[in-house]
């Protein structure tokens, strides 16, 4: 690691054939990940307008959605690495595809039931996870200059902070249009055009290395695990990206109820707070290869938590007449640290992870980082009820602050330039 700006090498001869492949990944994403706010609001609606569900059994629908992660994060690194990221990502958006369909179909025939809902809320959520540990790592395969790589994460994440600033009144106004159960039609659509963009994608993955004995699921998991802990770079980043996912579950878990009886907003009025705060992310994505060229690529990793904690500090204190305007600010500024943080710690953990390791190696910082969300929701439920709701909010914003302190680790700060590495995978002994 050495002082300056990102490692700028020549591109590779197949530059413009990988960045074709690149813009139809990217162009199929950015219209599932629509896709994907309709289904986050739609399916809760259809148990409701449907089914007449419960609190509880609506709030159990997510529950089951986020629980392949914690089931199945870590081996689904050994299984897609096996299968192929691609073939994965097909067989993944296939299989949502005809999960979602089959609700409307249901609808349409007056067969839908709570367990038929469950069902898709735990299918699409396998699917999810395979397709997101693929996901983000397919992208350094279609990509091979480094600089151009951190460009196209940029575009990655820019089209995630599209969608979740415009997916969820597009959402509101398909599901006023058709229906909730009807509405979830545009999001199997939006899954099928995945399918198609990924079909139409020339790059194939090189095959896996064979070894002379196939070693075990979970010799392999181990393998992935033992890289992300023990590397200087990714495991001061698994470990902020726990503590402030903790501290953001906690925080985004009693926003809504913080808001209407803490500070007696009316809901459109924290909708509108929130959607002018939303414009924070993109600003941020946009920002991160200067900050990085600037400062150094592991350094700007710490100067965008600054602002991600900053923003959660000033939702918390929202207090009066200045309700709106300081819970639009503190997203706004949030939205801009998280948005640069996301893109340079990606760019990181693609540049530094060796291609055998890849799935491997997004599976365990998903299965630790994203690990972190039911379980900063229960907390704040426990905060909540015994401080108050301030006190709660308070208390997110401290927990998501523990995330600056790996950030301040030294090899992070010293990593200004890094160049892409590739196989073999470093030993125990060798410096990473």
């Known amino acids: 690691m050495t002082t300056g700006q990102i490692t700028d090498r020549p591109a590779e001869p197949d530059s413009r ?22 289904f986050l609001l739609a399916l809760p609606l259809a148990a409701v307008e449907e089914l007449h569900a419960s609190t509880f059994q609506v709030a159990g629908l997510g529950a089951v959605a986020k629980l392949p992660f914690l089931l199945i994060g870590l081996p689904a690194g050994v299984w897609v690495a096996r299968l192929g990221m691609r073939r994965a990502m097909l067989s993944a958006d296939l299989t949502r595809a005809l999960a979602v369909l089959s609700l409307p179909v249901a609808v349409s025939l007056g067969v839908l039931t709570l367990p038929h809902l469950l069902l898709v809320a735990m299918v699409t959520g396998v ?9 983000q790592s397919y992208t350094p395969t279609l990509i091979s200059d480094d600089q151009q790589l951190h460009a196209a994460n940029t575009r990655l994440s820019f089209s995630e902070s599209t969608a979740l600033l415009i997916g969820p009144g597009l959402a509101g106004a398909i599901i006023s249009l058709l229906g909730a159960a009807r509405a979830l039609l545009a999001d199997a659509v939006s899954y099928l055009l995945s399918v198609v ?14 070894r002379a004995t196939q070693p ?10 033992r890289f992300v802990t023990n590397h200087s770079l990714l495991r001061p980043i698994m470990m902020c990206g726990a503590l402030y996912n903790l501290g953001v579950a906690m925080y985004d878990s009693l926003l809504a109820v913080f808001a ?9 009025l924290l909708g509108v707070a929130l959607a002018l705060g939303g414009v924070g992310f993109p600003i941020g994505s946009m920002g991160a290869r200067w900050l990085a060229n600037r400062f150094g690529i592991g350094p700007s990793l710490l100067i965008a938590g600054v602002p991600s904690v900053l923003g959660l500090a000033i939702g918390a204190a929202a207090h009066g007449r200045l309700s709106v305007a300081l819970l639009a600010a503190g997203t706004l500024v949030n939205g801009i640290g998280q948005g640069t943080f996301a893109v340079n710690a990606l760019t990181i953990r693609h540049l530094v992870t060796p291609p ?22 229960v907390i704040a439920g426990g905060v909540g009820t ?6 709660a909010m308070l208390t997110a914003a401290g927990a998501a602050a523990l995330c600056m302190i790996p950030l301040l680790d030294r090899s992070l700060l010293q990593a200004r330039r ?15």
Not at 17 to 38: E, N
Request: glycine share 8%.
């Open 17 to 38: 054939r990988g960045w074709r492949d690149f813009r139809l990944l990217w162009g199929g994403q950015s219209i599932s990940l629509m896709g994907d706010q309709v």
């Open 127 to 135: 699917a999810m996870v395979f397709f997101q540990v693929a996901y």
């Open 197 to 210: 963009t990924l079909v139409a994608i020339r790059h194939r993955e090189p095959a896996p290395t064979i």
């Open 216 to 225: 075990s699921l979970w010799h392999e998991v181990r393998e992935g695990l």
């Open 260 to 268: 209407v009886r803490q500070l007696g907003m009316d809901p459109w």
């Open 356 to 377: 055998e390791l890849a799935t491997r190696a997004t599976a365990v910082h998903r299965f630790v980082t994203w690990g972190a969300l039911p379980i900063g929701s």
């Open 386 to 391: 015994v401080f108050g709701l301030r006190a």
């Open 418 to 432: 890094l160049a892409r590495v590739s196989s073999p995978i470093p030993t125990m002994n060798q410096p990473i």
